[in-house]
Each structure stands twice: as C-alpha cells, then as structure tokens.
C-alpha cells in the first residue's frame, strides 16, 4: 500500500507542476448575519489559488443570438478544492483573463479534480 500512496503522491505532483494559471471560485452559500440573526444568502470565494486551464476549439455554433467558434474548458484543481456546480470561476493564464460558469459536479480524482465549464467571457 505503502507504493500506491507514494506513487499518488508523486503523480499529483506531476500534474500540480503544470498550474501555470491562478483562479478565484465563488459560489453561494447561506450564512447567518449576525447584526439581524437572518440567514442569508451570500457570495463567497470557495477556492483561490494555483490552476490548470485548458480550452479546446469545438465546430463553429450557430445560432440566432451566437455565431462564433465555441470551446470547452476544462480547470485542473488540487485535490480537496471545495468547488460546486453552478459556481463562478475567474481565472488568469498566460496573461489571459477569463470568466467562466461550472457546468456540473467537478469530477474529483486521487490526484486532483477537473471542472468542466463553459465560458462567460474573455477580459
């Protein structure tokens, strides 16, 4: 057992070494306001720090509202990254600024977890 937990250890330091990229994940979550005692629904930064985004170019889209190229977008996250479906995630790579909204649950790995997403836009 002892080889597999190192073997994982090494292999999510493998992929770590490749977040070249910096991300802030908010969501919303309800916490009490302690000036009225009210439970309220509030924005909170959920993850914030080193990431791993990668797009890829899907078929041109059409649509009434839309013409343009569309791309998937998939964020790397450390392992244990507390992020939830519906979440908004900035993100800041090679010098390029983007906004995205999760598109589901992240599918979590022994090594780290992935976010599919779908772009808000390009700053």
């Known amino acids: 057992m002892a080889d597999l937990s190192s073997s994982i250890t ?3 330091a493998a992929i770590r070494a490749f977040f070249n990229g910096t991300c802030a994940v908010t969501g ?4 009490k306001n302690e ?3 009210e439970t309220e629904l509030t924005e909170i930064t959920l993850y914030s720090g080193a990431c791993r985004l ?3 170019q899907s078929a041109a889209l059409q649509t009434e509202s839309f013409a343009g190229i569309g791309s998937d977008a998939v ?3 450390p392992k244990g990254a507390s992020v939830s479906a519906g979440c908004k995630i900035k993100v800041a790579q090679d ?3 983007s906004e995205f909204e999760q598109a589901g649950e992240p ?3 022994a090594t780290h977890c992935q976010v599919k997403m779908r772009r ?3 700053a």
């Open 35 to 37: 000036a009225t005692g």
């Open 120 to 122: 808000v836009r390009k």
């Open 28 to 31: 919303f979550a309800h916490v």
């Open 75 to 77: 964020l790397f996250l």
């Open 10 to 12: 090494a292999a999510g």
């Open 54 to 56: 990668s797009e890829t």
């Open 95 to 97: 010098g390029v600024f």
């Open 107 to 109: 599918t979590v790995y």
